[in-house]
């Protein structure tokens, strides 16, 4: 009776305020960093995302976003940077081949953004991580578009020891997603 109850209480749900069932689209999405070393610059991108994301922005508490990218896939536009990346004194991908990035709590924001709270792991260490961030319908069939970008500390995660590059380091996002 009560389990009767429940189903009939989700059935009357309106459908506009459950959370759309979106993949990331790995070709056209864009996970980029940036970092000083020796005062310049260097940019670098990754590849390889995959993961799944539950987002409605009519009822951005429902959110829930699980997402990983291939940290063989690091490309600062040099190879023998890339290569020396991978390592273990960096990201050790032999050891640590994801890196994943788990929301624990989404709400709106201002002006139509919404904001993110959740966790990055990075070589088995994982550190908590907020930013602001935009949902944009990005084409007909029910592609979405997100857009963020936060800064971490590459030491928090044991990414690269003492050197000549920033401890400090911006990541952007800007993630297509279909249903």
């Known amino acids: 009776m009560m389990k009767n109850i429940l189903l009939l209480l989700v059935a009357a749900l309106p459908t506009t305020l ?6 990331p689209v790995d070709q056209g999405s864009e996970i980029k960093f940036v970092i000083d ?8 991108s990754f590849t390889g995302l995959t ?7 009519q009822n951005a ?7 990983t990218i ?5 490309n600062t536009d040099n190879s023998l940077r890339d290569s020396h990346l991978k390592n273990d004194g960096y ?4 050891n640590y081949p994801r890196i994943r990035l788990v929301s624990t709590k989404i709400t709106p924001g201002r002006s139509g953004s919404f904001n993110f709270t959740g966790e990055l792991t990075i070589r088995d260490k994982t550190k908590a991580v907020s930013f602001p961030f935009t949902a944009t319908p990005a084409a007909a069939g ?21 050197s000549t ?11 297509i997603a279909n249903k």
């Open 18 to 23: 459950l959370p759309a069932q979106y993949k």
């Open 37 to 44: 070393n020796f005062g310049f610059a260097v940019h670098g």
């Open 51 to 57: 993961g799944s994301i539950d987002f409605n922005p």
């Open 61 to 67: 508490d429902a959110g829930k976003f699980d997402v």
């Open 70 to 74: 291939d940290a063989n896939t690091v």
């Open 91 to 94: 990201f050790d991908v032999k």
């Open 142 to 162: 029910g592609e979405m578009l997100f857009r963020g970008a936060f800064t971490i500390k590459r030491k928090d995660f044991d990414v690269g020891g003492t």
């Open 165 to 175: 590059i920033s401890n400090e380091l911006t990541v952007s996002l800007n993630v």
